[in-house]
């Protein structure tokens, strides 16, 4: 894929209408909570209606903002997505499918015929109302070759084209008219040019009537009408059988060639049902001793004389905690003296942090993972302010999250090498 860059000329402002805020709003309630950025492609694509078709730089920043994402996560998708357009396009931009099963069925001559109306590619006609560029596959091979036209009212596809139907379709949109989409050699959907020769009988299931034997069967089987439908029914380990076919409702009682109980496996409980409830006393009250005192009957050796059991208490062993002043339990905020507990750690396995960021940050005081992870809001703005940098991208790359998970980690590898 060529390169894909935002177009040298950019507007002044861009603004998300009111009816395309709501729109993405809706998309975004699709998704968790601080999940919303998996709305980020429905958004730009609402957002390049809303802009006459493409996307300026300034309408990725305004989505990076409504979706509360780095600006650089929202250009990545945009510029690798040939669905969205980076420059200004005609009134019709038609999106033509080069790949090789249109090549083989005659894009060539598609191209030259764009060229010839419009221009190069990537031209807008002198009127505005075309443009258009050459795609990757657009999945409908069936119908090569073909092509996509995008305004603001539609998306649609136009198959099974010759230059002279594609240039009918263009007159025909730019003269304010509707084509009707998908073929225009008259044929119906994908099916074969002419129609289909099989499969023609109105009605298939009713006309061949109830089967009464399984055809190519090796043995006779009886055929059987035992069903499954779990969408009507709840689905239970009998299942349901269809009471008109008078096969028995029992599955076990069910003749051998009477198909599969489909219900197999199956519980009668609620998927989630209740946990069991916690025992009324621990087992080393039932036993009748402390928590702490083990019980043995290891004692209970039978002798001539009356057998004696005995109780064996074992101290429950608490565990030291060692304390060291080596490293202080809670990191400071800012190291302000260089990084006098040890080594500073590579900042660089923090996503959104670089050569020059981490340069930044030592320059700052920041030095360790434990560090970062235990900042909160107003250590974050403490940071913000001293650096003059990082405004907002600690929170959208989770610099706190990721550096809990590189502290934990480096804190099981020295605990592994002790």
């Not at 930044?360 to 560090?371: E, H, K």
């Not at 804190?411 to 592994?416: L, S």
Request: aromatic share 6%; net charge positive.
């Amino acid at each position: 894929m060529s390169t894909r860059r935002l177009a040298i000329r950019q507007p002044e402002s861009f603004t998300l209408s009111a009816a395309a805020k709501k729109e993405i709003a809706g998309w975004v309630k699709k998704y968790p909570k601080a999940r919303q950025r998996s709305a980020m492609i429905p958004a730009l694509w609402i957002a390049q209606k809303d802009g006459d078709g493409w996307l300026p730089e300034a309408a990725l920043r305004a989505v990076g903002d409504l979706l509360d994402m780095a600006y650089i996560r929202v250009y990545e998708v945009a510029t690798f997505y040939t669905m969205f357009n980076l420059a200004p396009v005609g009134v019709h931009h038609v999106q033509l499918c080069g790949t090789t099963p249109c090549w083989l069925r005659g894009s060539d001559d598609l191209i030259a015929m764009l060229k010839r109306k419009i221009g190069p590619k990537g031209s807008i006609s002198e009127d505005g109302k075309l443009s258009w560029i050459e795609v990757e596959c657009l999945g409908s091979c069936a119908n090569a070759p073909m092509v996509q036209i995008s305004n603001a009212q539609s998306d649609h596809y136009y198959e099974d084209l010759t230059a002279d139907t594609l240039e009918a379709v263009l007159d025909k949109l730019v003269a304010g008219g509707a084509p009707g989409q998908g073929p225009q050699n008259g044929r119906h959907t994908s099916e074969p040019k002419g129609g289909t020769k099989v499969l023609t009988t109105q009605n298939l299931s009713k006309a061949r009537g109830k089967l009464t034997k399984l055809p190519n069967a090796e043995t006779k089987a009886k055929i059987n009408y035992y069903e499954w439908d779990p969408k009507e029914r709840r689905a239970t380990r009998g299942g349901w059988v269809d009471p008109k076919l008078n096969a028995n409702p029992d599955p076990k009682k069910r003749p051998d060639n009477a198909g599969k109980d489909m219900s197999a496996g199956l519980i009668d409980k609620p998927a989630f049902a209740a946990k069991p409830e916690r025992a009324s006393e621990p087992a080393s009250k039932k036993l009748g001793d402390k928590p702490s005192e083990v019980v043995s009957d290891a004692a209970d050796v039978p002798s001539p004389r009356k057998a004696v059991k005995t109780k064996t208490k074992t101290k429950a062993w608490k565990r030291t905690p060692v304390k060291s002043d080596a490293v202080p339990s809670k990191p400071k905020v800012l190291y302000t003296d260089g990084p006098s507990e040890g080594d500073p750690d590579d900042l660089k396995k923090i996503k959104g942090i670089g050569p020059k960021f981490e340069a930044n940050l030592n320059a700052s005081g920041v030095y360790y993972y434990r560090q970062i992870a235990a900042w909160k809001a107003a250590d974050i703005k403490t940071v913000e302010d001293k650096a003059d940098k990082f405004t907002g991208q600690i929170k959208r790359d989770e610099w706190v999250k990721q550096a809990k998970a590189l502290s934990k980690h480096a804190a099981g590898r020295t605990k592994g090498k002790t």
